[in-house]
């Protein structure tokens, strides 16, 4: 009946806040499987089975001379690596509480750290994948050479952010047009599988393909990375600046059509996910 108040200081309520986030993180990567391991392991496997697709692909088909000259299993992995981080962020902001969830009458949950656990989530998973595999591979394979491996986690981190920004764009619209969000993820997902670009090289592409494939962020990521990655290549036809600046301006949108939502929430649309 009554509610006592509490005056909270600008500090407080920052550590109230960031200690939500991680509950509701370990909250999200515990949702594909009780036990985080297996969670961590099942997103390994599942890089693992697309790095063996894409080796046995360009080796049958005899495409291993497109790739950057140096290690040809690092070249794969870069894109892999990249595009399931862009593509498991989206997928879980866009899976993420909406303001007619039953979370959300818990105060003070709300949807913005429901959408920051998601994408930490995400994150959190990625990297300790992409660590346990490079781990193996240099323990079983040799030394793991990687030129500049900051520039290179950066664009990981990049990849991450546009992932995000795609997926509040797909939230925003997600109660709106549940069916319509559904099959966009989907086609985006899988769409991206080529126009990500992770199988080509950007310098050695003509122009006329180049136009097919510089439209999305995605593809400007995984090229810049290669260009931190390998020391004997550097990327012409791309740019991280402009991944950037469209990720920050498609995260913008996506904020803002989740803020109408959000106020013209009702609880009829959780029937509808």
């Not at 962020?89 to 979370?103: K, L, R």
């Amino acid at each position: 009946m009554f509610t006592p108040q509490r005056s909270e200081t600008m500090v407080g309520s920052a550590f109230t806040t960031l200690e939500l986030i991680y509950h509701n993180t370990v909250r999200s990567v515990r949702k594909g499987h009780e036990n985080a391991f297996i969670s961590l392991l099942n997103n390994i496997v599942q890089s693992l089975i697309l790095v063996g697709v894409f080796y046995f692909m360009f080796d049958i088909l005899g495409m291993r001379g497109s790739a950057i000259r140096g290690d040809f299993l690092l070249f794969i992995m870069s894109g892999i690596f990249l595009f399931m981080t862009h593509t498991k962020t989206m997928s879980a902001v866009v899976s993420s509480e909406g303001p007619a969830s039953p979370m959300m009458n818990h105060l003070p949950m709300n949807t913005a750290i429901a959408i920051a656990s998601a994408a930490v989530g995400a994150l959190y998973i990625q990297v300790l994948s992409v660590v346990a595999i490079l781990g193996v591979y240099a323990a079983g394979w040799g030394p793991l050479a990687i030129e500049e491996p900051a520039g290179a986690f950066g664009m990981l981190l990049l990849a991450w952010f546009s992932g995000l920004a795609v997926g509040l764009v797909f939230l925003g619209l997600k109660p709106w047009f549940p069916g319509f969000v559904s099959i966009g993820t989907s086609i985006y997902a899988r769409a991206n599988m080529i126009a990500s670009g992770k199988m080509f090289v950007a310098n050695a592409m003509p122009a006329y393909m180049l136009a097919l494939f510089d439209w999305n962020p995605l593809f400007h990521v995984i090229d810049q990375s290669r260009g931190f990655a390998f020391i004997n290549y550097n990327p012409h036809y791309s740019s991280w600046s402009y991944a950037l600046y469209v990720s920050l301006a498609l995260a913008m949108i996506g904020l803002m059509g989740e803020f109408y939502t959000r106020r013209h929430a009702s609880i009829s649309w959780q029937a509808r996910r």
